[in-house]
């Protein structure tokens, strides 16, 4: 690449017009008839959203709700725990998967991490388990499926139900299994830079469960299955008619768009491979869907601050790992309980990736990777 063209790269983290501008009449069609037909919230788009998306996943039912947060609270109501149970949650994730253990009247134990692929360590989780464990909670962070042979065998010794939260891994595989296929129920969150992402917020539950999926259309919905027949409280957690419309053009790209995360995930690997950073580590056996592309370094800050000097955005995920966190201040966690994540919240830094990136802008990364650590 010449000095030219490196000057005048810039690459965002994420790219939403790219994406919008290759799908733009479609997207317009389908938001044209959803208001033709006044199907604003629920309706017709929701329920044949709600089918393709049980078809992607193969799972029995899929209930669209209004965010990944709210998919999380209705799946872990549903299960109708006694206030004050415990759910094992990894210490590296969203809040969202913390705070919905809590608004279900549960208490989050947060469970370190596995040093190299950054899931659920499920040695640590025994340490964790009380009489009051009811759950466990694995993230499927970045894109990459937790180990869910070993999370089921470990669910099964501790009589624990199992919820994955999928938000960021539509799609991901381990060893044969889909997200979904042995828990009680997955979560996914539409957020717009999400794998697949509607142009709002946006999410939806998957569980081959009858009366889980019945429950839970039950909660999203005031506690109504039909109108006005409320036979329990709940929420107004419903998915809007627009963003389902939306969800299924942009379902019909997932898997190219995939290919095309991981086709750029192997782009970094050979370009990074040299400088001897921690990559992340992935086997033949899974099916990562590269949500992100996380690597760590030592001076994150610095060399991140360079690298946006060069025009790269990156991201930190998650700057401040979940125990240590303001909102969790009552629990009075100490780094030596988690030194997994401890450390690594000053070492994690997210690569520029989406599926619109190109070749040239990854090698620009990379290059600018390579000077902002040798100057
Ligand atoms: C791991 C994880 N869980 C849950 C959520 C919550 O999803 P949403 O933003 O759709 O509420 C997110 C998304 O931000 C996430 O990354």
């Given at each position: ?79 109708e ?16 998967t913390?705070?919905a ?9 947060f ?33 990459q ?33 889909g ?17 697949l ?15 889980l ?11 109504a ?9 709940g ?50 056996l ?20 360079k ?9 930190i ?38 599926p ?20």
């Amino acid at each position: 690449m010449n000095q030219a063209t490196a000057a005048s790269l810039r690459v965002p983290f994420v790219d939403l017009h790219a994406q919008h501008l290759s799908i733009q009449d479609e997207i317009r069609e389908a938001i044209d008839a959803v208001l033709a037909d006044s199907a604003f919230i629920g309706g017709h788009y929701v329920s044949r959203f709600e089918e393709q998306f049980a078809a992607f996943t193969g799972a029995r039912h899929v209930m669209g709700v209004s965010s990944g947060t709210d998919a999380l609270i209705l799946s872990l109501m549903s299960l109708e725990f006694k206030r004050g149970f415990e759910a094992i949650v990894p210490a590296n994730s969203f809040i969202a998967t913390s705070e919905a253990v809590t608004h279900a009247g549960g208490t989050p134990l947060f469970c370190d991490v596995d040093p190299d692929n950054y899931l659920l360590d499920l040695d640590y989780a025994a340490q964790l388990v009380t009489s009051r464990t009811r759950v466990i909670l694995p993230v499927h962070l970045y894109g990459q499926m937790a180990d869910m042979h070993q999370v089921r065998l470990f669910a099964d010794k501790y009589d624990l139900v199992v919820i994955e939260d999928a938000a960021q891994a539509h799609g991901a595989r381990y060893q044969g299994i889909g997200v979904g296929e042995l828990s009680a129920a997955a979560t996914y969150s539409f957020f717009p830079a999400k794998n697949l992402g509607a142009y709002g917020d946006g999410g939806a539950i998957s569980t081959n469960d009858d009366a889980l999926a019945e429950k839970i259309r039950r909660l999203r919905n005031h506690g109504a299955i039909q109108k006005y027949n409320h036979e329990v409280e709940g929420f107004n957690s419903r998915m809007d008619g627009i963003q389902a419309a939306i969800l299924s053009v942009k379902l019909g790209y997932l898997a190219t768009w995939t290919r095309q995360r991981q086709a750029a995930a192997a782009t970094y690997h050979q370009s990074l491979e040299k400088m001897d950073l921690p990559l992340p580590h992935t086997t033949e056996l899974e099916r990562h869907v590269y949500h992100l592309y996380v690597i760590r370094i030592n001076n994150r800050d610095t060399v991140r601050r360079k690298l946006s000097e060069a025009g790269i955005s990156t991201g930190i995920h998650y700057p401040v790992a979940l125990p240590f966190l303001e909102a969790y201040r009552r629990q009075g966690n100490q780094p030596e309980a988690f030194p997994v994540v401890y450390r690594q919240m000053t070492e994690l830094l997210s690569l520029p990736l989406y599926p619109e990136i190109q070749r040239d802008q990854i090698e620009y990364v990379a290059a600018s990777l390579a000077k902002a650590l040798n100057p």
